[in-house]
């Protein structure tokens, strides 16, 4: 099994680079996804969550209102921490199970995307980094994702800078194009790790 970190700022496509990657035999851990799940109703996870920020945080369907708790969070790095605390360890553990679930000759993938943020690169064979200038970031937050300008700024404000995590990368995947170009490169990435993982 040869498991591969995958991160990249907001924006910067490493959503497409995940998609592209599981199209080609990688078995996908979206760290993002887990997150959700571990704090749907009924779980520990969100009445841990309730119990820190209040029941101001919870939709009317008893959910848990994202962006309610999102403006918090991005706000004050104080109440960010105490977020991450709660969820992070129920990430970790249900990543672990998924990662075990997985065939000896697998690539496992994890989208993570607070990777370089956490100093989580220890824990894969190899990272790879998706990366895009913050203008270009910056544009496909707010055209795509319909962010204002300032929200998009604070986002990625609160994540770690370009160098940071071009510091950590095994693998540089740039993505300032068109999808076209990002694809032959991904799948050079993809045809490399194969081999790695035959290797093991």
Known sequence: MLTVGLTGGIGAGKSE???????????????DRIAREVVEPGTPGLAAVVAEFGP??????????????GAIVFADEERRKALNAIVHPLVGERSAQLQ???????????????????????????????????GTQLDRLVRSRGMTEEDARARMAAQATREQRLAIADVVIA??????????????????????????
């Open 17 to 31: 680079v995940a998609r592209l990657l599981v199209s080609y035999g990688a078995v996908l851990v979206d760290a």
């Open 56 to 69: 101001e945080v919870l939709a009317p369907d008893g959910s848990l209102d994202r962006p309610r708790l």
């Open 100 to 134: 075990q679930a997985a065939g000896p000759d697998a690539v496992v993938v994890h989208d993570v995307p607070l990777l370089t943020e956490n100093g989580l690169a220890p824990l894969y064979d190899l990272v790879i980094v998706v990366d895009a200038a913050p």
């Open 175 to 200: 993505n300032d194009g068109p999808l076209e170009e990002l694809e032959p490169q991904v799948r050079a990435a993809w045809d490399a790790l194969a081999v790695r993982a035959a290797a093991r």
